[in-house]
């Protein structure tokens, strides 16, 4: 019955690495986006795809990669991690115009070592 | 430019009554948002504005100022779960503008 999931919860890795995080939303949202929110608590829009284009792509680092094979998801791939990464990262998904908010994943904390 | 500021830290009294005071400079401004975010966990959606005035929504009501460039949060009759961060969010043309978030600490 979650609105928005996201997977993995917690991802530890090491630096150099490829990654992905999955996210999947059931609430029939035409946009999802993908969020950065640093030590500081600090929300950062990274990325937004309406039904499947790209909509927002905000100076990310092209090592970051998004990919939606659908509506309903919203992947994030990430190569050659670096330490800066460490972060959580929150899928969010909305109605065209969101007069009802973003609903958010319970996002992904990753930590690279 | 954009810009939100927000309070970093607040601390209040259980039961008593909090503003959370929030100012924001954005183009293309469609909205204001608050969002409660509980340590560890994604931010909850509390309230949304596009016309000035007060909404009002149980304990929690929120004002905005459009002209001013400045909305508040007020919650009342605190209680212990409302500790958490609050996130002041402009809405631009096409995305969430967020503030870097007030952390509220209610004591007994």
């Known amino acids: 019955d979650t609105a928005v999931s996201q997977t993995p919860k917690y991802l530890v890795t090491q630096m150099g690495n490829d990654k992905s995080i999955k996210c999947e939303q059931n609430l029939g949202h035409d946009t999802m986006y993908w969020y950065k929110q640093d030590s500081k608590k600090f929300l950062k829009i990274m990325f937004s795809y309406n039904n499947k284009e790209l909509i927002i792509n905000e100076t990310v680092p092209n090592r970051f990669s998004p990919k939606s094979p659908d509506k309903a998801h919203l992947n994030l791939h990430i190569n050659s991690l670096e330490l800066g990464d460490s972060a959580v990262y929150f899928c969010?998904?909305?109605?065209?115009?969101?007069?009802?908010?973003?609903?958010f994943g319970s996002g992904t904390r990753l930590t690279v070592v | 430019g954009q810009n939100i500021d927000q309070p970093t830290e607040m601390t209040a009294t259980e039961g008593a009554i909090v503003q959370i005071n929030c100012t924001y400079q954005?183009?293309?401004?469609?909205?204001l948002f608050w969002y409660q975010q509980h340590a560890g966990e994604a931010p909850t959606f509390l309230s949304y504005n596009v016309l000035d005035g007060l909404e009002e929504k149980g304990r929690f009501s929120s004002f905005l100022s459009r002209s001013k460039g400045y909305s508040y949060l007020l919650l009342k009759e605190l209680q212990m779960k409302d500790s958490a961060s609050y996130l002041c969010?402009?809405?631009?043309?096409?995305?969430?503008?967020f503030g870097t978030g007030t952390r509220l600490q209610v004591f007994p």
């Open positions: 954005t183009s293309g401004f469609n909205g």
């Open positions: 969010a998904s909305s109605q065209d115009h969101p007069g009802r908010g973003y609903t």
């Open positions: 969010a402009a809405y631009n043309t096409d995305k969430l503008i």
